[in-house]
């Protein structure tokens, strides 16, 4: 009988990879995404509501929601 482990242990992986390279270009679009954002809408420096996002990526975009964007 042939063992298909190694296959399953093989796709399993591989989900997790996709997965997990999912989450990183999503967090980098997040960081982009407020960057560009906060050039055009915020009073405060771009690059520092990126930072914020950086090393908090859900509360650091709803900081930015809430206090550095402008009504326009």
């Known amino acids: ?12 992986s591989g989900i997790g990879f996709l997965f997990a390279l999912l989450t990183f270009v999503v967090y980098v679009a997040i960081i982009v995404w407020t960057y560009n954002d906060a050039k055009q809408r915020s009073d405060h420096p771009a690059f520092l509501w990126a930072l914020v996002v950086f090393f908090a990526p859900f509360l650091g975009l709803v900081l930015y929601w809430i206090l550095g964007r402008n009504a326009y």
Do not use: E
């Open 1 to 12: 009988m042939i063992s298909s482990l190694p296959l399953q242990g093989a796709a399993a």
